[in-house]
């Protein structure tokens, strides 16, 4: 069974940071790419960055040199670093595998970015 356990969410300041972490079980993890998505409320699901089997990282336009994704294939785990953060970020952030596998989605993270 795929899993994906989200955390690192937190209440923070406008041009603040987090690190989030999500790890992954039921899938072979080194094998597959990876995406950190978001929904902010009354929005849909966007994908926010993603990284490929070979490292190879792709980001949502408003996120670009704000936002690094990363992975560690022998933890099972993917790493979405954020920076300057803005209010628009606010979102409940997930990880899945991109694209994403329906049936898949974890709890997620909630990113709160306010004064």
């Known amino acids: 069974q795929v899993q994906f356990v989200e955390s690192g969410g937190d209440l923070v300041q406008p041009g603040g940071s987090l690190g989030l972490s999500c790890v992954a079980s039921g899938i072979t993890f080194w094998l597959v790419n990876m995406g950190w998505y978001r929904q902010a409320p009354g929005k849909q699901r966007e994908l926010v960055a993603s990284i490929t089997s070979g490292s190879r990282t792709n980001y949502l336009d408003s996120v670009k040199g704000r936002f690094t994704i990363a992975r560690d294939n022998a933890k099972k785990t993917v790493y979405l670093q954020m920076n300057n953060l803005e209010p628009e970020d606010t979102a409940v952030y997930y990880c899945?595998?991109?694209?994403?596998?329906?049936?898949?989605w974890g709890q997620g993270t909630q990113v709160t970015v306010s004064s």
């Open positions: 899945n595998i991109y694209p994403p596998r329906t049936g898949a």
